[in-house]
């Protein structure tokens, strides 16, 4: 089955810089990626998502790149705000199998 | 965005009770899950269903059951309550690939 991987459990900001978390999938049928934003208390929203026809897709200040060849995508967030802070999940399905795999997690921390 | 909703939000209670984690969505999704998510953060599927009157374990093995009666509707059900039930629960819902959270139950066993 599928497995991903997520790095790094842990990051802390400054608050402005940017902030990125890579993920490495192991099913090169996979095709779908999304990202999930996590708040204390709260459901996993999510912010966005690649698939595996694009590389790169953009929102605002989040953008996610994919590099099917590695096998790896991430999460880039430019000039990060308090209210970035959160436990961010990447997770991988493929077309036909819709459970999700998720990775361990990135708590993100922005040091004001 | 969907409408998903889970009630209890807390819940707090005994060993040995039978408690019922509800779980509804407005959007006609057909597809619904339930995850268990521990302070580690990880999140383990544990059951899902693609439709009414089907639903398969998932990932994780858990003592819970679950049953979808009505396609909003995706309840989870512990009939004897234990301390290493405690635990957040989570339930999904999705149309397609897209998987729109719940807020969440806190469940803790005494």
């Known amino acids: 089955g599928e497995n991903v991987e997520q790095h790094p459990s842990t990051l802390s900001v400054q608050e402005g810089d940017s902030a990125v978390i890579k993920c490495t999938y192991s099913?090169?049928?996979?095709?779908?990626f999304p990202w999930y934003k996590q708040e204390l208390g709260k459901g996993p929203q999510l912010i966005i998502d690649i698939r595996s026809n694009v590389g790169e897709k953009k929102d605002q200040r989040i953008a996610v790149t994919l590099n099917k060849t590695a096998k790896h995508f991430s999460l880039h967030i430019t000039e990060t705000q308090p209210e970035d802070s959160a436990v961010y999940f990447c997770a991988a399905s493929f077309f036909g199998n819709e459970k999700l795999t998720f990775g361990t997690g990135t708590r993100l921390t922005i040091i004001p | 965005e969907a409408d998903i909703y889970q009630t209890p939000r807390y819940l707090v209670i005994g060993t040995g009770k039978k408690i019922t984690l509800e779980c509804s969505q407005t959007?006609?999704?057909?597809?619904m899950y339930w995850y268990q998510q521990d302070p580690g953060m990880e999140l383990h599927l544990i059951h899902y269903s693609y439709g009414v009157n089907s639903t398969e374990k998932g990932d994780l093995s858990s003592e819970s059951t679950v049953s979808r009666i009505r396609t909003e509707h995706f309840p989870l059900t512990l009939e004897s309550a234990r301390p290493s039930h405690t635990s957040q629960y989570l339930c999904?819902?999705?149309?397609?690939?897209?998987?729109?959270f719940g807020p969440g139950t806190r469940l803790l066993v005494l």
């Open positions: 999904a819902s999705s149309e397609s690939d897209t998987q729109y």
């Open positions: 959007m006609g999704h057909d597809k």
């Open positions: 099913d090169s049928a996979s095709n779908y």
